[in-house]
């Protein structure tokens, strides 16, 4: 019966002794397991091997053969007790808040100057400007401030994600473009005015730049396009390792916490090409307007006169897009380095835009509201509605006036000497007169 089987178990539990799987198996005389020593085995590359054991009795712990040790035997470190545990990061949400309030008040500049732009439109110092045209800089403003938001946005699921990336594309380089576009069409329209051969009343109209705009947008707008669309372009959001939270143990379980994020960076050659082409593209733009801004750096008007603006913004641009295109690449995994630097480069850029363009309009009608003075300029450099053909007409009469007065000059300093020469014969004549009427009186 059940009661003669336990103390047939009981009994013979006593004198049980083997070496099982965890080690050797021994019981006391009330059938308690005694912990002794237990086998540790591992299997390297399909192989069980023996590292040696663990004395539980006397309290040993883990006692590995031979002259191995827990950092050769683990040299990646002890493996966890449980499944690693994967998460997905997103921005702290200090940084967050801190862009948000950042590109809000950039947003709030360009309504104010798109304001200033209307209500003064037929104001001289604005209206010589092209108001028009203006609104399309403030366009390309705005949408690199709401690039910031949509960077800093805590997308979560892939769709999202990709959705996101190419969003950004399109509002930061596209706004970007668009309002550089705009520069180089009126530095284009003041150098025609200024350097044409000769004086012509077809003075291109706002309706040529905004051609001039939309097409260097447009081939823009194309490259954009093939990366939106082209499977092998568009951006392929995938995990990478979060380098700034890395991989962790958890307290008291040692269970790892491997940190993960999003890129939008694809590992595809070809994407890398559609990098380059995008990037040679607008540095092109670039060359195009450090030209334009050297051919119209001696205009009088000031408020004609973009080049030293121009070339500030190409410097700032420069920098800008030195900055995106090595921290986009270059600290990949930083999350939010990365970002909170591409976002603060965009707010760098969008911000020069609007203090380089309506500042010191803003200023010149504060110190002359009916535009009186815009048209008086310095002695250096062309003023505005003159040609090239008047200006050397101008040179060469003055040169002409010069040749002139030092002709005159000639002729006087000749007159001087023959009427200094005329009277040094008078003069020897009188002598010998009166030395002929003195030998007379002797005589």
């Given at each position: ?6 103390c047939?178990f009981k ?14 198996v ?14 540790v085995l ?30 050769t ?14 998460m997905t990061?997103t921005f ?13 008040i ?17 104001r001289?110092i ?8 203006n609104y ?11 690039f ?5 946005m ?6 999202t994600?990709r ?12 706004g ?10 009126k ?8 350097h044409q051969?000769a004086?012509s009343?077809?003075?291109?109209k ?10 260097i ?21 995938h ?6 939270m890395?991989t962790y ?5 040692g269970?790892?916490?491997?940190h993960y ?7 595809s050659?070809?994407s890398?090409?559609w990098?380059?082409?995008l990037?040679t593209?607008?540095g ?10 050297f051919q119209?750096?001696?205009i009088?008007v000031a ?7 121009v070339g500030a913004?190409?410097?700032i ?9 090595l ?5 990949d995994g ?11 480069a965009y ?8 203090g380089?363009?309506?500042?010191p ?11 009186e ?5 310095t002695?250096d ?22 040749e002139?007065?030092k ?7 000749q007159?001087?000497?023959?009427s200094?020469?005329t009277t ?10 009166t030395?002929?009427s ?6």
């Amino acid at each position: 019966d059940n009661a003669r089987l336990g103390c047939v178990f009981k009994n013979n539990l006593a004198s049980t002794n083997f070496i099982g799987a965890s080690g050797n198996v021994t019981f006391d005389s009330k059938g308690t397991l005694v912990l002794s020593l237990a086998q540790v085995l591992q299997y390297q590359q399909g192989q069980k091997v023996y590292l040696g054991y663990s004395d539980y009795k006397n309290d040993l712990g883990f006692i590995a053969i031979g002259n191995q040790t827990i950092q050769t035997i683990y040299p990646g470190g002890v493996p966890s007790d449980g499944t690693p545990r994967n998460m997905t990061s997103t921005f702290l949400s200090g940084i967050v808040y801190a862009y948000y309030t950042v590109a809000s008040i950039g947003v709030l500049l360009t309504i104010g100057f798109g304001a200033f732009n209307f209500y003064f439109r037929e104001r001289k110092i604005v209206k010589i400007t092209s108001p028009a045209l203006n609104y399309f800089i403030l366009v390309g403003v705005l949408m690199m401030y709401i690039f910031i938001f949509i960077n800093m946005m805590q997308a979560t699921t892939v769709q999202t994600i990709r959705t996101t990336c190419i969003l950004k594309q399109w509002f930061s380089i596209g706004g970007y473009v668009l309002a550089f576009a705009t520069i180089l069409a009126k530095m284009w329209r003041i150098n025609y005015i200024v350097h044409q051969p000769a004086p012509s009343k077809l003075t291109p109209k706002d309706w040529h730049l905004i051609i001039i705009i939309m097409v260097i947008t447009g081939i823009a707008a194309l490259v954009l396009l093939l990366g939106s669309i082209v499977p092998k372009l568009t951006p392929s959001p995938h995990l990478i390792m979060n380098k700034e939270m890395g991989t962790y143990q958890e307290q008291g379980n040692g269970i790892q916490v491997h940190h993960y994020i999003y890129t939008c960076n694809s590992d595809s050659s070809p994407s890398y090409y559609w990098f380059i082409l995008l990037e040679t593209y607008l540095g092109v733009l670039q060359i195009v307007g450090i030209v334009m801004a050297f051919q119209s750096r001696k205009i009088k008007v000031a408020i004609l006169n973009d080049s030293v603006y121009v070339g500030a913004l190409i410097y700032i641009s420069s920098i800008a897009t030195a900055a995106i295109v090595l921290t986009n690449y270059g600290l990949d995994g930083y999350l939010n380095v990365k970002e909170c630097l591409i976002s603060g480069a965009y707010f760098v850029l969008a911000t020069a835009f609007l203090g380089l363009v309506f500042i010191p309009k803003a200023i010149s009608l504060y110190r002359d509201p009916m535009g009186e003075n815009i048209f008086k300029s310095t002695d250096d450099g062309i003023a505005a509605g003159e040609n090239a053909t008047s200006t050397k007409m101008k040179e060469k009469k003055h040169l002409q006036m010069r040749e002139d007065s030092k002709h005159q000059q000639q002729q006087q300093q000749q007159q001087q000497q023959h009427s200094t020469t005329t009277t040094t014969t008078t003069s020897s004549s009188s002598s010998s007169s009166t030395s002929s009427s003195t030998s007379s009186s002797s005589s």
